[in-house]
C-alpha cells in the first residue's frame, strides 16, 4: 500500500508543480516519447536478462506491492512451532517428530500453524533440516555449512530481480536523453520555421528527458529497492531457524534456542522476551493438550 502512496505523492507533487508555475498538462503529453522509452528499456530488459530472471522478476513484483508477509506474528507463528518440535524431540527423541515432517500437511503439530504451512520455502527448509537432524549424520558444523551454502543461493536467485530492475531504472534517464537528442534533431530540421513552432518542437523534445529521470528515479528505482528488501525479509526468516536449530544441536534447551533465534530478527518484528516467553508458553500448554 506504501508503494502506491509513494507513486501518488510523485505525481501530486511533479504534476501539482508544473501546474502551478503555469504549465499546461497538454505539453507533458507526448505518447512516441514514452513509446520510445519505454520499448528501448523493455528490449534492453529482455536482452540483458534470461529466461529464468524474467520468470524471478514476475514472481517478485507481486510481493513488492504487498505488505510484508513476515510480520512479528509470523515469527511469533514460526517460534512456537520451532518450539514445539524441539521440545518433543527433547523429551521424546528425534525419531517421534519424523512422522510430522515426513508428513506435514496432516500433522497435528504443524496444523496449528497455518500461516507457516503456506510458505512453501519455509516448510521445506524446516523439515528438511529437520530430517537431516534425525539421521543423526552430520555434526552441527556441517549442518550450519550446508544452511549457509542454500541461504547464500536463495539470496542469490532473489537478487536477480533486484539488479534487473535496477539496470532497467538506470537506463531509463539515458533513454529519455535520446528521445530528446532525437526531438533536437526534428526541431533542427525545422529551423526554418517560425519561433514558435521551433520553440514547440524543442519543448516537445525536452518532454523526453523528463520522462526518462521521472520514470527512473520516481518509479522503477523504488520499486527495485522494494524488492531488495523484500528479499532481506524473505532472507532473516531462514537465519531465524538456522540459529535456532543449530541452538538445538549444540545442546541449548528449546526455549533457549528460539531466544537465540529472536536476537537476529530485525527490531521492527522481532519479539520481546516477554512476548516470545508467552506465547511459547501457550505453545507448551496446546502441546500438552
Known amino acids: 500500500m506504501l508503494i502506491v502512496i509513494g507513486y501518488l505523492v510523485v505525481i501530486a ?15 507533458l503529453y507526448q505518447p512516441f516519447e514514452l513509446t520510445l522509452i519505454f520499448g528501448a528499456a523493455l528490449g534492453a530488459f529482455l536482452a540483458g536478462n534470461s529466461k529464468k530472471s524474467l520468470i524471478l522478476v514476475k514472481k517478485a513484483l507481486p510481493d513488492a506491492l504487498k505488505s510484508s508477509q513476515y510480520s512479528k506474528e509470523v515469527y511469533m507463528e514460526l517460534m512456537a512451532l520451532l518450539y514445539t518440535l524441539l521440545n518433543k524431540a527433547r523429551r521424546e527423541g528425534l ?3 519424523e512422522s510430522h515432517i515426513e508428513d506435514p500437511s496432516s500433522s497435528p503439530i504443524f ?6 504451512m503456506k510458505d512453501q520455502k519455509l516448510m521445506e527448509f524446516i523439515t528438511d533440516y529437520l530430517r537431516i537432524m534425525i539421521s543423526g549424520n552430520m555434526s552441527s558444523f556441517e549442518i550450519e555449512t550446508l544452511m549457509d551454502e542454500e541461504i547464500e543461493t536463495y539470496r ?15 537506463g531509463l534517464p539515458a533513454f529519455g536523453i535520446v528521445a530528446a537528442v532525437l526531438g533536437v534533431i ?8 517560425p519561433p514558435a513552432i521551433l520553440g514547440d518542437l524543442i519543448s516537445k523534445a525536452m518532454v523526453g528527458t523528463f520522462l526518462g529521470i521521472l520514470l527512473a528515479y520516481g518509479f522503477v528505482g523504488p520499486l527495485a529497492s522494494r524488492v531488495d528488501r523484500r ?12 540459529t535456532t536449530l543449530l541452538a538445538s544441536m549444540n545442546g541449548y534447551p528449546p526455549q533457549l534456542a528460539v531466544e537465540f533465534g529472536r536476537k537476529v530478527l530485525y527490531s521492527g518484528v522481532r519479539p520481546t522476551f516477554g512476548e516470545l516467553e508467552e506465547h511459547v508458553r501457550q ?4 502441546a500438552k493438550a
Request: with cysteine; aromatic share 4%.
Open 95 to 97: 525419531m517421534a517428530i
Open 231 to 242: 528479499m532481506a525479509e524473505a532472507v532473516k526468516v531462514l537465519e531465524c531457524i538456522k
Open 156 to 170: 542469490h536467485e532473489r537478487e536477480v530481480p533486484v539488479h534487473a530492475l535496477q539496470q532497467m531504472a538506470d
Open 186 to 193: 526534428k526541431a533542427l530540421a525545422a529551423v526554418d520555421q
Open 283 to 286: 505453545a507448551k500448554s496446546t
Open 111 to 116: 496444523s496449528e500453524y497455518p500461516r507457516i
Open 13 to 27: 507533487s511533479v504534476v501539482g508543480s508544473f501546474i502551478a508555475l503555469g504549465g499546461h498538462l497538454g505539453a
